[in-house]
């Protein structure tokens, strides 16, 4: 069972426009509305690849409502804290005549000591708990020690990262380039086996590098793993890190070998990328990818 711990939820919306000009009106063609925010990506993409997933979510006001509602139409089982304050809204525009996304990320709200109590006291025994997206506003101290002993794994950045990676002895940590180099005070073009090995030394767990459409670099006790995304290049990134993530750890949790599973993860998150909407794409989508990466 995997179970994904949201402190940051959003209510992601994704408007397809046949183009984007600065103080013009705009009408959508396509309107996409998903439970949104990195943790809840993870839970959608969880179930796409047939794996049991959970989320507990930090939700509030009329837009937590429709959150909970859009993820329990997946058919993720979902168990619901109330912030007393309105979740987020995040907001994708993608152009027909471009290939980058304009993009809108409302900030999170902070969340009281008893929000953060009652989410962490609601997971389930067992399983593995994600720690997804930014950690917003709170007690960052109550949170390691509610986390500690658990088996976490966690894709998060700045303060957050490093209390969790010393503190909480997370099982996997799943970053980027960018955010493996401010962790262990390398510069940020250091070769990514030079990051992921000091990573790893610090945390003692499985650590996975991101490097884009460079590809990805996982570390654990039997060496290191590589693992290269589609060829054929997506439009929609918005959620493809969230679904690699996923699928790196639907293979671990079925028993997989790490770079069985990285594989998994690279040809789900380039499947992610193929349609707009975060995490919503097809087993047949993931299938594509991966026939394709074999072969890259």
Same mark, same amino acid.
């Given at each position: 069972?995997?179970?994904?711990? %949201?402190?940051?939820?959003?209510?992601?919306? #994704?408007?397809?426009?046949?183009?984007?000009?600065?103080? +013009?009106? *705009?009408?959508? *063609?396509?309107? @996409?509305?998903? $439970?949104?925010?990195?943790?809840?990506?993870?839970?959608?993409? #969880? !179930?796409?690849?047939?794996?049991?997933?959970?989320?507990?979510?930090? /939700?509030?006001?009329?837009?937590?409502?429709?959150?909970?509602?859009?993820?329990?139409?997946?058919?993720?089982?979902?168990?619901?804290?109330? #912030?007393?304050?309105? &979740?987020?809204?995040?907001?994708?525009?993608?152009?027909?005549?471009?290939?980058? @996304?304009?993009?809108?990320?409302?900030?999170?709200?902070?969340?009281?000591?008893?929000?953060?109590?009652?989410?962490?006291?609601?997971?389930?025994?067992?399983?593995?708990?994600?720690? !997804?997206?930014?950690?917003?506003?709170?007690?960052?101290? @109550?949170?390691?020690?509610?986390?500690?002993?658990?088996?976490?794994?966690?894709?998060?950045?700045? $303060?957050?990262?490093?209390?969790?990676?010393?503190?909480?002895?997370?099982?996997?940590?799943?970053?980027? +380039? &960018?955010? %493996?180099?401010?962790?262990?005070?390398?510069?940020?073009?250091?070769?990514?086996? *030079?990051?992921?090995?000091? @990573? =790893?030394?610090?945390?003692?767990? &499985?650590?996975?590098?991101?490097?884009?459409?460079?590809?990805?670099?996982?570390?654990?006790?039997?060496?290191?793993?590589?693992?290269?995304?589609?060829?054929? =290049?997506?439009?929609?990134?918005?959620?493809?890190?969230?679904?690699?993530?996923?699928?790196?750890?639907?293979?671990?949790?079925?028993?997989? %070998?790490?770079?069985?599973?990285? /594989?998994? %993860?690279?040809?789900?998150?380039?499947?992610?990328?193929?349609?707009?909407?975060?995490?919503?794409? &097809?087993?047949?989508?993931?299938?594509?990818?991966?026939?394709?990466?074999?072969?890259?």
């Amino acid at each position: 069972m995997i179970t994904c711990l %949201a402190l940051s939820p959003a209510l992601d919306v #994704t408007y397809l426009v046949p183009s984007v000009e600065v103080g +013009r009106i *705009h009408r959508p *063609h396509t309107v @996409l509305r998903n $439970a949104g925010g990195k943790a809840l990506n993870v839970a959608r993409a #969880t !179930a796409v690849l047939g794996g049991e997933a959970h989320a507990v979510a930090a /939700l509030g006001g009329r837009v937590g409502m429709l959150v909970a509602d859009l993820l329990e139409a997946s058919g993720i089982p979902l168990a619901a804290v109330e #912030t007393g304050g309105e &979740t987020r809204t995040c907001l994708t525009i993608a152009a027909d005549d471009a290939e980058g @996304l304009t993009e809108f990320y409302e900030p999170a709200a902070p969340l009281a000591d008893g929000v953060v109590r009652a989410a962490v006291g609601l997971l389930p025994p067992g399983g593995l708990v994600v720690l !997804a997206g930014s950690i917003p506003p709170l007690d960052l101290d @109550l949170l390691v020690d509610l986390l500690r002993g658990r088996r976490l794994v966690i894709d998060t950045h700045g $303060a957050a990262l490093a209390a969790l990676i010393d503190r909480a002895d997370p099982e996997i940590v799943k970053v980027n +380039r &960018t955010e %493996a180099a401010a962790l262990v005070g390398s510069p940020e073009d250091d070769p990514l086996e *030079h990051l992921a090995a000091a @990573l =790893r030394e610090r945390s003692g767990g &499985t650590v996975v590098v991101t490097d884009g459409t460079a590809g990805s670099l996982a570390v654990d006790e039997r060496g290191m793993h590589r693992a290269v995304p589609d060829p054929v =290049r997506g439009r929609y990134a918005v959620g493809s890190g969230d679904s690699f993530f996923a699928g790196l750890l639907v293979g671990l949790e079925r028993g997989d %070998a790490l770079p069985d599973a990285l /594989l998994l %993860a690279a040809a789900s998150g380039s499947a992610n990328a193929q349609v707009p909407g975060a995490a919503v794409f &097809t087993l047949e989508h993931v299938a594509e990818s991966r026939a394709r990466i074999r072969g890259a």
